[in-house]
């Protein structure tokens, strides 16, 4: 292990815990959303957010880029907007002496942090355009693909309870999220915080905590945080049990189970968590507490559970404990 790497990964938690200390000063609460968002970051993957307008799913997300060193860029997603407002276009220059020739104008895709805002608001064509950079780590226009910076993440909104004018996401696309993210009302004491903190004279600013390059050494180092096979296993048992082939709950519930790509996420997220906490090895309350982000939006409901409004976490929670 490098020298850097030594450090790093001696100062994995202390890390984390300065970035939410920071993070704290504009952004009060939502620990769990915190952790998550982090969790998904140096796992180098991506993060859709649900919650209901006002509770600061934008600010949490703008707040996060802020205190790393990171190129970031928003697209508010409309019903107009255009796969190109995304990738970017190709403009006609003409030079001094009168010849034309086109310039490829990169669009806001060519960031390390980008955020969604409002994904489902989007059309198809114009989600389909960030599929291929979410899953790929490149943007194809006309003949010519362009890679994309590392470290590249994708961090979504969308509003659940709007319908009219929305798209919701294909299946392909929101198994390309590792987590799915719910936030929550604030406690009337963290409210009280927020309305003191908005309404008053002084501004509150974040610093930068973490360069490009400690956060590279923390993906490699999450990659590497060893894992028992009996903690392993456990993690394989919750996702088979997901399969309405393998436990009653999933038959009764589910209309499908989860799939490899979820077993991958779960051990995944599972050693970010144990590296983010400052441990040196994955635990199974690791693998518990990543299950409900990972699976949520990967397992499908049957008519029967959408119809008594089971909810996905109240299913993840079953079939935990069905679990030895």
Do not use: W
């Not at 905590?209 to 919750?238: C, F, H, S, W």
């Not at 518990?288 to 008594?308: C, Q």
Request: net charge neutral; glycine share 6%; with cysteine.
């Amino acid at each position: 292990m490098a020298m850097n790497e030594q450090e790093v990964y001696s100062n994995a938690g202390k890390i984390y815990k300065i970035l939410r200390n920071e993070i704290g000063k504009v952004i009060v609460g939502q620990d769990d959303v915190m952790e998550q968002l982090m969790i998904s970051i140096i796992t180098g993957s991506h993060a859709l957010v649900e919650g209901f307008p006002g509770l600061g799913k934008t600010m949490i997300i703008s707040t996060i880029s802020k205190v790393m060193d990171l190129k970031f860029k928003r697209i508010q997603c409309t019903p107009d907007i255009m796969p190109s407002d995304i990738t970017g276009t190709y403009i006609v220059e003409e030079s001094a002496d009168g010849k034309k020739n086109f310039r490829f104008e990169k669009g806001p895709i060519f960031a390390n942090i980008i955020l969604a805002d409002e994904i489902n608001r989007a059309t198809p064509k114009a989600q389909s355009a960030l599929l291929e950079a979410m899953q790929e780590k490149q943007v194809t226009v006309g003949n010519t693909t362009y890679k994309l910076d590392m470290p590249f993440f994708v961090l979504a909104t969308q509003n659940p309870i709007e319908m009219e004018g929305t798209y919701p996401l294909p299946e392909a696309q929101v198994d390309r999220f590792l987590l799915k993210i719910l936030i929550d009302y604030p406690t009337p004491a963290e409210e009280e915080k927020i309305v003191d903190l908005y309404t008053g004279e002084e501004k509150h600013e974040v610093k930068k905590i973490l360069d490009r390059e400690r956060l590279l050494v923390l993906q490699g180092l999450t990659r590497k945080m060893p894992i028992a096979n009996d903690v392993k296993n456990y993690a394989l048992k919750i996702i088979t049990a997901t399969r309405p082939a393998n436990s009653s709950t999933a038959k009764k519930y589910l209309e499908y189970g989860a799939s490899p790509r979820a077993s991958i996420g779960i051990i995944l997220a599972a050693k970010a968590s144990a590296l983010v906490n400052g441990r040196n090895y994955v635990g199974k309350e690791d693998i518990k507490k990543m299950a409900y982000p990972v699976l949520r939006h990967r397992i499908i409901l049957n008519f029967e559970s959408e119809r008594k409004g089971v909810s996905a976490d109240k299913i993840i929670r079953e079939i935990i404990e069905g679990v030895k």
